[in-house]
């Protein structure tokens, strides 16, 4: 497997979400509160179909760099979408169910990282 750092990995990721429009995309540093993992990488779409879509481009952008989910959990349901990489976890939810969860908040202990370079800005 490519030794693929953590900071490409969540710009991929990122860069990922942005490309299919998720809405309100955060990474979130955790790796002193919790052995879960280094980082959480949040976002939603606004419908069951786009939520899958855009952990399914999350997937095919990592896979294109070599690297694979330790594994994932929710596609089923596409109401919440966890894809686990070890060192970064990404949540993909259909909005009303992040607004239920409120991860933010849970772990508002964590480090907010700026993704500002990784996202196409609109004008």
Do not use: C
């Not at 899958?52 to 596409?78: C, D, H, M």
């Amino acid at each position: 497997m490519a030794n693929i750092s953590t900071e490409e990995k969540i710009k991929t990721a990122v860069k990922a979400l942005d490309s299919k429009r998720a809405e309100d995309i955060q990474v979130i540093g955790i790796g002193d509160l919790t052995i879960i993992a280094d980082y959480f990488i949040i976002a939603n779409g606004m419908s069951n179909t786009q939520t899958k879509a855009l952990a399914e481009e999350v997937e095919f952008k990592l896979s294109q760099i070599g690297v694979e989910p330790n594994r994932t959990e929710g596609y089923q349901g596409q109401t919440w979408i966890v894809l686990d990489y070890g060192d970064i976890v990404v949540h993909v939810f259909y909005k009303e169910t992040r607004d239920y969860y409120n991860l933010e908040r849970l772990w508002s202990d964590g480090t907010p990282v700026d993704i500002s370079q990784y996202l196409i800005t609109e004008d």
